[in-house]
């Protein structure tokens, strides 16, 4: 039965099984089992296989999962076929380090424009792109149908920025800035927090 | 009963309680419930009530927890008492970012040294810090005690650049570079990755 909407803990961590399966693909493995899948991410294989069990039939029992299948199958859910346009908030050396050394260059995401309110970065060239005046968001957006956006601003803009990302249409926002953001209902935000990873592993010193 | 080693999974879950905690206090609340924390992380409040379970009693049935109390006692846990100590090895546009807009600072972490390969940007100043030469980088672990590195170099040098901190001594490191790298056992290793964050959110759109 697939037709429940899945929780969202369960959508969480279908991105974590997708990378796990390209590791073991690059690793040139073809098949795999929720065992194999449970050891090298420390998660029950009961739960992969719950997990799984909320979008369809993905394995046969005792011949585990074609890593190639089950990939394209992830891939699809979480609807990561086509390339996904994000605008970036922020021109500062963070903003800096994602366009020049993408960490999202051919992994499903491109950068399709980047804005700042700074006169002295405005129509500045980053490459292919030019920063661009933080008050023709709107219109971008819009016209480019942007609905991911970035933003890597000082936390004091944070929310103000945030604020104007949903106002001219954005719904899922990255924050780099280490301060919680409040946003409406509908609204999704993930945060990147050094922090979160750094006191996952101070347990174990 | 705490004596049993609590999973990896649990503990990984601990400072996604903490963050919740911290923002409920700075909310002005003084106490929460498993059931208020759920409702704001997306997990099951007998998740929350399980994990929690592994380290000693913290609320009382019906009254809930007390918020400064049960936040210090996560703290204690995670051995987050006092300031860890990190290096950061990439003095390039992410590293810049670290240093100088820290999302680091006052909050549990110290970036104690910077390192670099490149002569240009070796003995630049970067606040009250100075670039070292990564030559050097054995020599400083040992004699200030660090356990924790953050790399923030090209995917090409992150595998070289973290066998040379596990070489030096570190034994918890957090990579900005978006590809996998390989740890002897009893290494950790987490990864800042804007790819996962965003195909969290793609499910939605």
Known sequence: MAS?????I???RLPLYLRALNLLAAEGQKITSSKDLAERLGISSAQIR????HFGEFGKQGTGYEIANLSDQLRRILKLDSEWPVILIGAGDLGRALVHHSALQGRGFRIAGVFDNSPNKIGQRWGELVIQDARDLARFVRHEDIQIG???VPQEQAQHVVNALIESGI???LSYAPVAISVPAGIRIEYMDPI???QRMTYYL
Chains 1, 2 share one sequence.
Do not use: C, F, G, Q
């Not at 429940?4 to 969202?8: A, I, M, Q, R, V």
């Not at 719950?50 to 069990?53: E, V």
């Open 171 to 173: 719904t899922a926002i």
């Open 196 to 198: 979160l990873h750094l």
């Open 50 to 53: 719950k997990d799984l069990s």
């Open 150 to 152: 970035i933003v890597a």
């Open 4 to 8: 429940l909407e899945p929780p969202n």
């Open 10 to 12: 369960v959508v969480r």
